[in-house]
């Protein structure tokens, strides 16, 4: 079970207004779901401080979590491209989306967040990216086009061993985000359009999953597994 949201963002995303609000909805839902299931894992909710680099949130979460008898057994995290900037001079607080222009922010992330996490007692829980995705925006193009899943591919392939689960956002278009025009490719974030065409990320995790256990070279471009008598290569 992983309790929320992105709570480390801002409160007109999916934070609250006061970061010790959550903290005690955590550890409230903790309490409750080890009284109906005492075998269920629980861990962190999916930070967003990954591309966000919001760690203090974290550190202020997992020192909570340690004086309440209520530790996580996982750390989730949630990642993108994008790079978020608040926008002072509006009458609302307003978050622009950009995306980072480096091609390797994905590894660099990961371990940016090990290292912080080797600071705090929880360094050696196994980590979880539960949702890639390239953007936020249900309504940028490039969703439907064969970028997303060379770079989701190239991401997989340089860290899949530098974190224990790594989860694609998501399965389709026809979700609450969704922009809901008539275009059939609209910029939606899912592996489907929302009338179930497949689209190229689906392709992509459908060859990744033709990957051998036995890794025998990998490198800048490249990667090489066999089995019994076969060798895929991508």
């Not at 401080?49 to 020192?63: G, T």
């Not at 890639?132 to 591919?153: E, G, H, Q, R, Y």
């Not at 490719?185 to 990744?208: Q, V």
Request: glycine fraction near 6%.
């Amino acid at each position: 079970f992983s309790v929320w949201n992105n709570p480390d963002s801002s409160e007109n995303l999916f934070g609250f207004e006061r970061k010790e609000d959550f903290f005690e909805f955590y550890k409230e839902s903790y309490f409750a779901i080890k009284s109906v299931l005492p075998t269920a894992k629980i861990g962190t909710p999916s930070f967003a401080s990954l591309y966000c680099d919001n760690f203090p949130f974290i550190s202020a979460f997992l020192d909570y979590c340690a004086k309440n008898d209520c530790p996580p057994e996982f750390i989730n995290f949630s990642f993108s491209y994008d790079v978020i900037e608040k926008e002072n001079d509006m009458p609302y607080t307003l978050y622009l989306l950009r995306v980072a222009k480096d091609k390797d922010g994905f590894g660099k992330a990961i371990a940016n967040a090990k290292s912080f996490l080797q600071t705090t007692p929880y360094g050696d829980l196994p980590i979880y990216i539960s949702s890639w995705a390239f953007t936020n925006s249900s309504k940028n193009l490039l969703n439907d086009t064969c970028f997303i899943s060379c770079l989701f591919v190239k991401d997989y392939l340089e860290n899949f061993d530098s974190v224990d689960a790594l989860g694609y956002w998501c399965l389709s278009d026809q979700n609450t985000r969704s922009n809901f025009n008539e275009s059939l490719f609209s910029g939606g974030r899912g592996m489907f359009t929302k009338n179930g065409i497949e689209k190229s990320i689906y392709n992509a995790l459908k060859l990744l999953s033709k990957l051998d256990s036995e890794i025998i070279y990998r490198g800048s471009g490249y990667f090489i597994t066999r089995s019994y008598k076969k060798l895929h290569v991508m």
